[in-house]
């Protein structure tokens, strides 16, 4: 009779035991036991080809600034139009009630999330685990390295495109060195907004124009609290030639400021993105004199159809996430009394 043993056998019992607890952990490392943490192939119920029995979940940031609030009703239109279940939470920009919803979309049988981020840095292990369970798609806000892909504005192009026509005004009103003070989002704005600012920043160099920035202080991308901050900032900085806000929300309360003040008749206001409405009204209504200088096409519109869109097909199995790339950008545009009236729909949502 053979004495010869399996590979494990001619150790004590308890190594043999070690050695086992290794090969687990192995396995777990190469995602063999537990559920990898790469991004999912499929929408979390499988493929429902019936439009009408597939659920998108939207995950937005919050509601208090404008464009979020538009893209909740683009979206809502959207659903009743192509027929399919959407739920819709905002987070008011917490992370940690972000993941709730987003779970309680899943147990609501949500097969593909659409998800505007409240923090690039801080949802990174968040969204790794979100998007192994079901396709994310990014909108606005993404977090990198995670989901399926991302439909974003080009923030820093947009910007640009907006202090390139703040730049040409200047110039025109024979001034080329600005003082200029800076609305800013909120401590969580780790991406979108510095990149707006700094395209902005940049178009005003390419422009020609030079600038010592005075003063920066958040207005949370909400028009009242951009109010108080330009009024803040305006007080102390008294030779400001320029306030940029991040958003038009934010540029729309230092308007407020600065219109019926004479102390302020020479300071102008402009937005490195949004295209709002109300901003671009008054672009339209004071011409190429208008105090409100310029602004930048971010239209919510554009990018819920888009996410929505890239959402559904994967739900209906009409594409797979393997079919888009990591991210799209939706059409970069600075507006000003040039081009004003391409953009300016009174009628629009946002």
């Known amino acids: 009779m053979s004495t010869r043993r399996g590979r494990f056998g001619r150790f004590p019992r308890r190594l ?3 050695a086992a607890v290794l090969v687990v952990g192995v396995l777990t490392a190469c995602g063999q036991i537990y559920p990898s943490t790469e991004p999912a192939q499929q929408p979390a119920g499988g493929v429902q080809p019936d439009i009408s029995k597939v659920t998108i979940g939207f995950a937005q940031q919050q509601l208090q600034a404008p464009y979020f609030s538009a893209m909740q009703q683009q979206s809502e239109e959207i659903a009743r139009a192509k027929g399919f279940r959407l739920l819709f939470q905002a987070a008011n920009k917490d992370p940690v009630v972000q993941m709730n919803q987003m ?5 609501q049988g949500a097969n593909v999330l659409v998800v505007n981020a409240t923090s690039v840095k801080g949802q990174k292990e968040m969204m790794t685990q979100i998007s192994s369970k079901v396709p994310v798609i990014y909108i606005d806000t993404n977090v990198p390295g995670t989901g399926t892909t991302s439909v ?12 390139i026509i703040t730049a040409k005004r200047f110039l025109a009103m024979g001034k080329s060195q600005l003082n200029l003070v800076i609305l800013t989002g909120p401590a969580t704005d780790e991406f979108v907004g ?11 160099t390419e422009g ?9 202080q958040s207005g949370d991308y909400q028009q009242d609290k951009g109010q108080v901050a330009a009024e803040n900032m305006l007080s102390a900085n008294p030779d400001t030639d320029l306030v940029l806000g991040l958003n038009d929300s934010m540029a729309l309360g230092a308007y407020n400021v600065i219109k019926d003040r004479p102390q302020y008749r020479n300071v102008y206001v ?17 011409g190429c004199s208008s105090r409100y200088i310029s602004t930048g096409l971010n239209s919510p519109d554009l990018a819920s159809q888009q996410a929505l869109s890239i959402a559904v097909d994967i739900a209906t199995g009409v594409k797979t996430p393997a079919d888009y790339p990591p991210e799209s950008f939706t059409r970069a545009v600075g507006i000003g009394c040039e081009n ?9 949502v946002f």
């Open 194 to 204: 510095p990149n707006r600012r700094q395209g902005f920043l940049d178009g005003l």
């Open 16 to 18: 043999r035991a070690a």
């Open 340 to 348: 004003v009236n391409e953009y300016y729909d009174p009628n629009s």
């Open 103 to 107: 779970q309680a979309m899943l147990a």
């Open 270 to 286: 402009a937005a490195s993105a949004d295209g709002q409405k109300e901003a671009l009204a008054l672009i339209k209504e004071g």
């Open 208 to 216: 020609g124009v030079t600038y010592q920035i005075r003063s920066e």
């Open 152 to 163: 974003t504005s080009d923030n820093k192009t947009i910007g640009r495109l907006s202090g």
